[in-house]
């Protein structure tokens, strides 16, 4: 099932309730992609707060999720020009998600910076796939993923650091906060790259901050650069930063992922 078609068959209740059923297709080992996952909880976060943008999103992947799932957003708190929601993801299981978005209304500012300059790689045509014809997680299907710099997994790599050019296979996907979000989480852990032999690995947490609201580029390219600042003791800190095609910042964060290796 493709993700537009995921979206618009989303079964829609009162107060931002969300019932769907996850395909294999969308599988990562024996959980949703975590992308997806964050994404769906979004969806239903908006449902209650359609007239401010979201600025930041903090997921905890607390269990395994698929098949059929439930969502229920809930406002923590509403002002003038900001609102919290929680949405925790319910299976027959118990909460396997809980997240917390941030939205913040425009406001006039004097200050308009960033130091975020994306590094210097060749346009997406420039290099190959990056899975080529090898084995790849269900979820991975749906995307384009092409390494623009850095090792790929399980290359016994020096360090976890990893550029690449991530688009949706889908041409019906409709570029928002939702679709990035269930874009940005789509390379592997950056800290696979150092692994010396295939291991287990899990995302536990997911912080985003959203940078703009307008999500725009070219061609449906954006890209992705991951770094495994600290990895001891089985878990690795990793810095995410995502860029448009046209080299805008759209996207920071960061996250917590357990190495089983």
């Not at 107060?15 to 992308?35: F, K, L, V």
């Not at 401010?52 to 229920?72: D, H, N, T």
């Not at 800190?237 to 190495?259: C, Y």
């Amino acid at each position: 099932m493709q993700y537009s078609e995921l979206i618009a068959g989303l079964q829609r209740g009162q107060a931002g309730r969300i019932e769907a059923t996850i395909s294999e297709d969308w599988m990562q080992g024996r959980t949703t992609y975590g992308g997806l996952t964050a994404a769906l909880c979004l969806e239903s976060a908006l449902e209650l707060v359609p007239d401010m943008p979201v600025r930041s999103a903090q997921v905890a992947f607390v269990g395994p999720v698929g098949g059929k799932v439930v969502i229920s957003p809930t406002i923590l708190r509403r002002g003038k020009s900001s609102a919290f929601v929680n949405a925790d993801l319910v299976s027959e299981d118990g909460v396997m998600a809980r997240c917390i978005f941030t939205f913040g209304a425009k406001r006039p500012s004097q200050i308009n910076q960033t130091s975020i300059e994306p590094p210097e790689v060749d346009g997406p045509d420039a290099y190959q796939s990056f899975f080529g014809s090898g084995r790849r997680p269900h979820f991975a299907h749906n995307f384009n993923v092409r390494l623009a710099k850095g090792q790929p997994p399980v290359s016994g790599a020096e360090r976890g650091d990893i550029c690449l050019w991530l688009r949706h296979k889908d041409e019906g996907a409709l570029y928002n906060a939702t679709t990035l979000l269930s874009l940005a989480d789509a390379p592997p852990p950056a800290a696979m790259s150092m692994m010396v032999e295939p291991g287990p690995i899990s995302s536990m947490t997911w912080m985003a901050e959203f940078l703009s609201d307008e999500i725009t580029t070219t061609d449906g390219w954006f890209l992705v650069h991951h770094e495994a600042q600290a990895t001891s003791d089985g878990y690795s800190s990793q810095a995410m930063r995502l860029w448009n095609a046209d080299g805008e910042p759209l996207m920071i964060g960061r996250q917590t992922i357990a190495v089983f290796a």
